[in-house]
């Protein structure tokens, strides 16, 4: 009822994927094809629980200049959309690892219930756009020693650690929501990050937006930073910034960001639409 790309059920046994006769996983399709620069795998309306890590690896890379695309349902509001869910929060247990991969795409889909909800490992030239990272053991998003990664319009939020954690990267966070993460919303370790356009929130006390390494580097401007109650708008080296016009005077970031509480509407079911009332 409420497919979008297929018109029948998934069966591991379908050794030609088509829309009338679909494979059941994502693992079945990694495992039996090698996709290549310009392939898509589309992925329906769904649930999908994962008992072991879903690796994305070098034998399905695409081209910076030619993707391979993973794309998840469209039909959210109705269907729920593509949700794949670890089941599993113990240490090591990742909803999606893509590592030493280029070149690849992923969008429309919700990932939860794992220590980590998708992690970017030695990679170059990964789009991550309309994806949900929500309720991890640990980060939401975890990018690690990667180049030309590009997160759009993502969401993290209520993960136990930070919502994304860049590790020696250059990376890109554009037009996106960090929510509602224990310990705040970005850590940036080392390397470069980008933030623009987005909604960024901590709620606990001395806990920060940004939390930076000595030898990070930070370029933020034109969005929205909520340090709720006694949350801290970012920590550099040790060193706290509790308020926005601090941050922005002595580390010339955020000059033209906002500093409120951006009244979405419930926050708490994943609705980040704006009240239509205060």
């Known amino acids: ?32 094809y090698d996709l290549e620069p310009g392939d898509t795998v589309w992925i329906d309306s769904g649930y999908y ?26 039909n959210a509001r109705a269907a729920g959309g593509t949700i794949f869910d670890r089941g599993n929060t113990n240490a090591g247990t990742l909803g999606w690892l893509l590592q030493n991969t280029r070149g690849v795409a992923v969008s429309n889909v919700t990932i939860r219930g794992a220590h ?14 309309r994806l949900m990272a929500t309720d991890h053991a640990s980060n939401g998003i975890r990018a690690v020693s990667s180049t030309n990664v590009v997160f759009e319009r993502v969401l993290a939020a209520r993960n136990r650690n930070c919502g994304l954690a860049s590790v020696s990267n ?7 929501v960090i929510w509602s993460n224990a310990r705040g919303a ?11 356009q987005s909604v960024l929130h901590s709620y606990a006390a001395e806990q920060p937006i940004y939390a930076l390494g000595l030898f ?37 970031n955020d000059v033209n960001s906002l500093a409120h509480d951006p009244l979405f509407n419930n926050p708490a079911n994943d609705d980040y639409h704006p009240r239509s009332a205060a």
Request: glycine share 4%; with cysteine; hydrophobic share 35%.
């Open 216 to 252: 990070s580097e930070l370029k933020a401007d034109y969005n929205d930073l909520y340090a709720q109650d006694a949350a801290y708008v970012a920590v550099v080296s040790n060193y706290p910034y509790r308020s926005s016009i601090r941050w922005q005077l002595e580390r010339s």
């Open 186 to 196: 970005i850590e940036v370790a080392y390397g470069s990050l980008s933030v623009t």
């Open 116 to 129: 980590v909800g998708i992690q970017v490992d030695t990679c170059s030239f990964i789009s991550l756009g």
């Open 49 to 74: 629980s994962n008992s072991v890590n879903l690796t994305w690896s070098r034998r399905h890379s695409g081209h910076p200049t030619n993707y391979v695309s993973v794309i998840g349902s469209t």
């Open 1 to 32: 009822l409420y497919d979008v790309y297929t018109t029948a059920p998934g069966s591991p046994t379908n050794w030609v994927a088509t829309s009338n006769r679909p494979l059941s996983s994502l693992i079945h399709a990694l495992s039996r």
């Open 170 to 176: 250059y990376a890109v966070l554009v037009q996106s």
